[in-house]
């Protein structure tokens, strides 16, 4: 992978959407990001389609003079468009909807009683629109006549239908607790066959696939290359579970990535067999589909917004480096009182999803103690993160990436916690952008190694035995 060509990656999360420029040896050239905006519609919550992609037509235009080859899109996997005319030719019938948006109680109980077995799609019954055939649904029932005639992407995939006119769907998107995949047998689900979904999909592809060249009007615009590839590609997570299968550390080897953002998903590359039964539905356990159509156990829980929630709207958050030593320092003093958080900040998910949110043994006044505050909401993400890694039978290697991999109190309190087993960090950042880079070149390797973790100090063991404790008492 030599030369002077250039590549984007496109990645739209939940929280911020990214763009990255990179070199063909895998070094980042330029990076811009923008908040996405809630936005509403016809009284519902959606998704910022709009203002993202005037953002995004706006920032290729500063990248002009560049020798694009290829542009690799990316985006979490709750969300869907519907396209219309033939190969959805002629846009959006609708606005693709955020999945926050919660689902009426007569709709939701309808389709439950619709979805296959857990053992069947690794999709857990989810809240809202985090099962991307509830929202399929709930559309089909909101808009009849224009869901019977669409052509239906997921949320990456709209992203290479904006860019190239070409629609095509892929099973890393479909395959992550949409209810609308077979894990197993690497087909549509029967519930998605049985209403038809299946044929409304549009065809699907890798997620290395070239789908199309960049519309000539965007090239017009932007002044990229009418030439410039576009590739379907993936989900967030799993486009960081490429990036991580770069580091001889993890490649084939029995390991688990822990992506951590507004979601902390664990994704473990397994050397055993495993089954699906297994897995506890019930704990927001589910089974992703990697970009070579393999089984992924995986757990996840909200814990970039549930450290938002108690941190609030501050610049100074828990990952930012020059606050790391101040945030340790206040390591100690917790774990003496006992102060502790009790899941779960985020109701309905994660591995403890009923469970009620309060402080075990906090100061009276949290005045003077922000730092304490924050050290303490991480080793509360800690603690989560731990459950959900036993949860898919996590050992041997754990690479932590991610905005939290910055965040010490986090990660050193996670490798004290699992002890047996060997706790990484990057020291790179961009891991979902460069992953997607690897399905251009799969033997590309990342710039710079990864960073053995050391456990935090203290007793570990028996705050968590604590927390636990707390945990029996309220179940």
């Not at 309808?110 to 053992?119: K, P, S």
């Not at 890393?172 to 197993?184: E, K, M």
């Not at 696939?209 to 615009?221: K, S």
């Not at 636990?468 to 179940?475: F, S």
Request: charged letters at 25%.
């Amino acid at each position: 992978m030599t030369g002077t060509g250039t590549f984007i990656v496109v990645d739209i999360g939940k929280t911020l959407s990214k763009v990255t420029l990179w070199t063909r040896g895998g070094r980042m050239i330029d990076r811009q990001v923008r908040p996405n905006v809630p936005c509403e519609h016809d009284g519902l919550r959606v998704l910022d389609v709009e203002g993202i992609g005037q953002w995004l037509r706006a920032t290729l235009r500063g990248w002009s003079g560049h020798p694009v080859e290829a542009i690799i899109p990316v985006a979490h996997g709750a969300g869907f468009a519907a396209l219309d005319g033939a190969g959805g030719n002629e846009g959006l019938l609708f606005p693709p909807l955020d999945y926050e948006q919660a689902v009426p109680e007569d709709v939701m109980a309808d389709y439950r009683r619709e979805r296959d077995a857990f053992t069947l799609t690794g999709s857990p019954a989810l809240p809202d629109g985090l099962n991307l055939g509830t929202q399929v649904y709930w559309m089909a029932r909101r808009h009849p006549e224009e869901m019977a005639r669409a052509t239906l992407v997921p949320w990456a995939q709209y992203w290479a239908w904006f860019l190239s006119g070409k629609a095509a769907s892929e099973v890393t998107s479909l395959g992550c607790h949409t209810d609308l995949w077979c894990p197993a047998d690497a087909r549509f689900s029967p519930m998605a066959e049985r209403f038809g979904w299946a044929e409304r999909f549009a065809p699907v592809v890798k997620a290395s696939d070239v789908v199309g060249t960049l519309r000539p009007e965007i090239a017009a615009e932007t002044g990229l290359p009418a030439t410039a590839q576009v590739l379907a590609g993936l989900h967030d997570s799993n486009a960081a579970l490429l990036a991580a299968r770069g580091f001889a550390e993890i490649a084939r080897l029995e390991a688990t990535i822990l992506s951590t953002g507004t979601w902390f998903i664990a994704m473990r590359l397994a050397a055993e067999t495993f089954s699906i039964a297994a897995l506890p539905e019930a704990r927001d356990t589910l089974v992703n589909v990697d970009a070579y159509g393999w089984p992924v156990p995986s757990a996840r829980f909200m814990g970039g917004r549930e450290i938002e929630s108690v941190i609030q709207i501050d610049t100074r958050r828990v990952d930012i480096r020059p606050d790391q030593p101040r945030l340790m320092d206040a390591v100690p003093g917790l774990l003496e009182r006992g102060t502790m958080m009790m899941p779960t900040l985020a109701p309905g998910f994660g591995p403890f999803p009923h469970g009620k949110a309060d402080w075990v043994d906090k100061p009276e006044e949290w005045a003077g103690t922000w730092y304490a505050r924050r050290a303490a909401i991480c080793l509360y993400a800690a603690m989560v993160a731990d459950t959900s890694l036993d949860l898919i039978g996590s050992k041997e290697r754990l690479l932590i990436e991610g905005r939290f991999a910055d965040a010490e109190v986090f990660v050193r309190a996670l490798a004290a916690l699992r002890p047996e087993t060997e706790v990484y960090v990057a020291n790179a950042h961009n891991d979902v952008s460069f992953g997607a880079l690897r399905l251009i070149n799969p033997l590309l390797q990342a710039q710079g190694g990864l960073r053995r973790v050391e456990p935090l100090e203290g007793d570990l063991m028996a705050y968590r035995e604590k927390w636990r404790a707390h945990m029996r008492e309220l179940a």
